[in-house]
C-alpha cells in the first residue's frame, strides 16, 4: 500500500510493513519513490531495491522487484513481512514512547495522549483517588487508573494529595530566590570599614556594591556572595 507524501517539491511514496519476527511489534518503513524497474541494482549477486531495518527488533528486510519485504535467513529461506498502512506504524511509535517512559508524571500524559483522551493529569489522579473512595468513575477514567495504577500511587501522597513535581519545587525555589534578591538590594552594607549598599546581585554568584568614604568619594566593587553573607551577617 503506497502512502504519498510531499517533502517541498519532492514526492515521496513510503510504504510500511510489519515485521515478521515473533513477538515483535515493529514495523519496516521505506521510501519507494525512487524505484526503477528497468534499473534494478544488484547486490551481492540478488535483485535489490533498498536494504531497511525493523524500527524494533532491528532486523534487516530487502526490499525486493515486486514489492515483496523479505527477511532472509542464513540458509537463503525468507519470510515475507505483511504490507500495513503507515497509520500502524505510527501509533506503535507512540506506544514505544510510552513503555519507555520512566517519569511517573509523564508517562501518565502519554498515555492521556496515545488514548486520545481529554482529560488532565490532574483529572486522572482525582479519578484514581475517588475509586479507591469507592466512588464511580467513567469507562475511560476507569481504563487510565487500571493502566497507571503504579504510576498514580506515585504521584498520590500519605495523605491522599497530589504529590508536588520537581518543576512545581523549582518554580517556588526561584521565587524564593527572586524575593530575596528584592529584599537584598539596595540594602545598606559596611564593607572594609566604608558604608555602602547593595547595587544588584547576579546570576553567576557576584554582587555589585556602592560604597562611600568619609570624604564623600564614591565607586562601585564586586563581590561573590559568600562574601556579600559573611557581611550581613
Same mark, same amino acid.
Given at each position: 500500500?503506497?502512502?504519498?507524501?510531499?517533502?517541498?517539491?519532492?514526492?515521496?511514496?513510503?510504504? *510500511?510493513? $510489519?515485521?515478521?519476527?515473533?513477538?515483535?511489534?515493529? !514495523?519496516? @518503513?521505506? #521510501?519507494?519513490?525512487?524505484?526503477?524497474? +528497468?534499473?534494478?541494482?544488484?547486490?551481492?549477486?540478488?535483485?535489490?531495491?533498498?536494504?531497511?531495518?525493523?524500527?524494533?527488533?532491528?532486523?534487516?528486510?530487502?526490499?525486493?522487484?515486486?514489492?515483496?519485504?523479505?527477511?532472509?535467513?542464513?540458509?537463503?529461506?525468507?519470510?515475507?513481512?505483511?504490507?500495513?498502512?503507515?497509520?500502524?506504524?505510527?501509533?506503535?511509535?507512540?506506544?514505544?514512547?510510552?513503555?519507555?517512559?520512566?517519569?511517573?508524571?509523564?508517562? *501518565?500524559? $502519554?498515555?492521556?495522549?496515545?488514548?486520545?483522551?481529554? !482529560?488532565? @493529569?490532574? #483529572?486522572?489522579?482525582?479519578?484514581?483517588? +475517588?475509586?479507591?473512595?469507592?466512588?464511580?468513575?467513567?469507562?475511560?477514567?476507569?481504563?487510565?487508573?487500571?493502566?497507571?495504577?503504579?504510576?498514580?500511587?506515585?504521584?498520590?501522597?500519605?495523605?491522599?494529595?497530589?504529590?508536588?513535581?520537581?518543576?512545581?519545587?523549582?518554580?517556588?525555589?526561584?521565587?524564593?530566590?527572586?524575593?530575596?534578591?528584592?529584599?537584598?538590594?539596595?540594602?545598606?552594607?559596611?564593607?572594609?570599614?566604608?558604608?555602602?549598599?547593595?547595587?544588584?546581585?547576579?546570576?553567576?554568584?557576584?554582587?555589585?556594591?556602592?560604597?562611600?568614604?568619609? #570624604?564623600?568619594?564614591?565607586?562601585?566593587?564586586?563581590?561573590?556572595?559568600?562574601?556579600?553573607?559573611?557581611?550581613?551577617?
Amino acid at each position: 500500500m503506497n502512502h504519498f507524501m510531499t517533502n517541498g517539491d519532492e514526492n515521496m511514496a513510503f510504504e *510500511v510493513y $510489519k515485521c515478521v519476527e515473533k513477538d515483535c511489534k515493529g !514495523y519496516i @518503513v521505506f #521510501d519507494n519513490a525512487d524505484f526503477d524497474f +528497468n534499473d534494478i541494482p544488484v547486490v551481492n549477486g540478488k535483485y535489490e531495491f533498498a536494504s531497511t531495518h525493523c524500527s524494533e527488533c532491528g532486523k534487516e528486510y530487502k526490499v525486493v522487484p515486486h514489492y515483496s519485504v523479505i527477511l532472509l535467513d542464513k540458509n537463503g529461506d525468507f519470510d515475507e513481512a505483511e504490507n500495513v498502512c503507515i497509520t500502524a506504524y505510527e501509533k506503535r511509535e507512540i506506544e514505544r514512547d510510552f513503555e519507555k517512559e520512566t517519569d511517573p508524571y509523564e508517562k *501518565v500524559k $502519554k498515555f492521556i495522549n496515545m488514548r486520545g483522551y481529554t !482529560y488532565s @493529569v490532574k #483529572d486522572v489522579i482525582e479519578g484514581y483517588m +475517588n475509586k479507591k473512595q469507592g466512588f464511580y468513575i467513567s469507562y475511560t477514567m476507569n481504563d487510565c487508573v487500571n493502566n497507571l495504577e503504579k504510576e498514580l500511587m506515585s504521584l498520590v501522597d500519605e495523605n491522599g494529595g497530589m504529590k508536588r513535581s520537581w518543576i512545581q519545587e523549582l518554580i517556588d525555589y526561584k521565587r524564593k530566590i527572586d524575593l530575596l534578591i528584592e529584599e537584598l538590594e539596595g540594602m545598606e552594607i559596611r564593607y572594609k570599614g566604608y558604608y555602602g549598599s547593595i547595587m544588584y546581585l547576579r546570576t553567576n554568584g557576584t554582587v555589585r556594591i556602592y560604597l562611600e568614604d568619609e #570624604d564623600g568619594h564614591n565607586w562601585e566593587e564586586d563581590m561573590t556572595w559568600e562574601e556579600l553573607a559573611k557581611e550581613i551577617d
